[in-house]
């Protein structure tokens, strides 16, 4: 059985391959734009609409507090598999998988907290470190010339 220190240095080092990043950004880009669908509807809280006592009124803000907990969990858990998944591509590029990956966040996130003209451009930039996972070749044949067949 591996030490936990084993496993988060495997975990540190994993590695996929295009094919399999390109699901991982289809996937995450399916799940975002279902998790933006939701946001309507569930800032509306059509939820207390239906309720007819106070106990009803109750159980649908109750409903409502816990579908916002589901919604919070799973975007909070695919940003994280998405950076995840990053990481170990970044990996396999033959770059710092890790501290790119989040840096890449980090870039994509800021204009929600300072936003600005400056901003602005730091998505795009973070786009750009995403493209460069998609587009590199991995590093064990990025020095390997192609055999003629």
């Known amino acids: 059985m591996d030490s936990l220190g084993q496993i988060a240095k495997n975990v540190f080092k994993r590695r996929i391959q295009r094919k399999a990043y390109v699901f991982s950004l289809i996937i995450f880009a399916g799940s975002l734009t279902l998790l933006s669908f939701l946001s309507p509807y569930l800032d509306k809280n059509l939820f207390r609409a239906y309720a007819q006592s106070d106990i009803a009124a109750f159980f649908s803000v109750f409903v409502y507090l816990l ?54 451009w730091l998505i795009a930039i973070s786009l750009l470190g995403v493209l460069c996972a998609l587009a590199l070749p991995s590093k064990d044949r990025a020095g390997k010339p192609e055999l003629a067949g």
């Open 67 to 120: 579908c916002i907990m589901l919604w919070s969990l799973c975007w909070i858990g695919l940003t994280l598999w998405f950076v995840a998944r990053t990481a170990f591509r970044l990996n396999d590029v033959g770059t710092p998988g890790w501290p790119l990956a989040l840096a890449l966040y980090a870039l994509s996130v800021v204009n929600n907290y300072h936003p600005g003209p400056v901003e602005r």
